[in-house]
């Protein structure tokens, strides 16, 4: 039992170490740029290991040399009351999660259809069936994460899925939130976002897609950066399919009523 208690005591002192490293961390970033954030590492890694070589772009800007195009942009698109919420929406998650339930039951109904489709068609040509073979549609999953959390995430979390790591993000989430205005957040957040493979930060996405500063987007421009966020390779890849140009078109007409921090 004494051993137990120990390692116990152990683990929770190590706890409280990596918690007061974190909030030396955030607290030091109200007034020092990061220079990398943890994903952004994990993302150079793993260009070396299957690329062969780092391809980065990257540069820091502040936020008055930022358009405010983009940052109405990113708000409409990715959290609408940014400038008032508290770090966490419960609502959203609890809306996301709900229509994630939903998306997942349609995909396993239609699974099963397509099997049985697939299964009949073999049965016809006299041939056997294995249910392995029809193809599964990758399920799309909706976030209910705000900026904060995003932000956090990304900063100083690996990108493991567990309860564990969920809550360390609500609780960077919250001391984000406490220790730093919303404009240092947004700042943050807009110097490290992913838009491409290899292209963080809105300076690097600005002149990559569009040849100019982020400080001059046009409002179109800073709506299309802001729909890539979700799936930025993705969207780099597939620029001109019909969900990014409407996309593109609603986060436009939606970033006049985006409220600046």
Do not use: C
């Not at 990398?36 to 008055?64: C, D, I």
């Not at 339930?101 to 073999?122: L, Y």
């Not at 979390?157 to 406490?178: F, P």
């Not at 730093?180 to 110097?191: C, D, F, G």
């Amino acid at each position: 039992m004494k051993s137990i208690a120990r390692w116990l005591g152990w683990a929770l002192l190590v706890a409280l170490g990596l918690q007061l490293f974190f909030v030396g961390r955030i607290a030091l970033m109200a007034s020092i740029d990061p220079a990398s954030t943890a994903f952004e590492r994990s993302e150079a890694w793993r260009q070396v290991q299957h690329e062969g070589h780092l391809r980065w772009s990257q540069q820091w800007m502040p936020y008055n040399r930022i358009s405010d195009h983009l940052k109405r942009a990113v708000i409409a698109s990715e959290d609408d009351d940014f400038a008032n919420h508290d770090g966490v929406q419960w609502d959203a998650i609890e809306k996301a999660r709900a229509r994630n339930a939903r998306a997942m039951e349609r995909a396993e109904q239609q699974q099963e259809q397509a099997v049985a489709r697939a299964e009949a068609q073999a049965k016809k040509r006299g041939e056997a069936f294995d249910p392995s073979t029809v193809p599964t549609r990758p399920v799309k999953l909706m976030g209910g994460s705000t900026i904060t959390q995003q932000l956090a995430k990304n900063l100083l979390l690996s990108s493991e899925r567990s309860l564990l790591r969920k809550g360390q993000e609500l609780a960077l989430t919250y001391l984000l939130e406490y220790l730093l205005p919303k404009q240092r957040i947004l700042e943050l957040y807009l110097n490290h976002a992913e838009w491409g493979n290899g292209i963080f930060g809105a300076e690097a996405a600005a002149q990559h897609y569009f040849g100019k500063p982020a400080a001059q987007l046009a409002p179109h421009e800073a709506a299309r950066l802001a729909i890539m966020l979700p799936n930025p390779k993705g969207a780099e890849k597939n620029p001109q399919t019909a969900y990014l140009n409407r996309r593109t078109a609603t986060i436009a007409a939606r970033m006049r009523y985006a409220e600046l921090p």
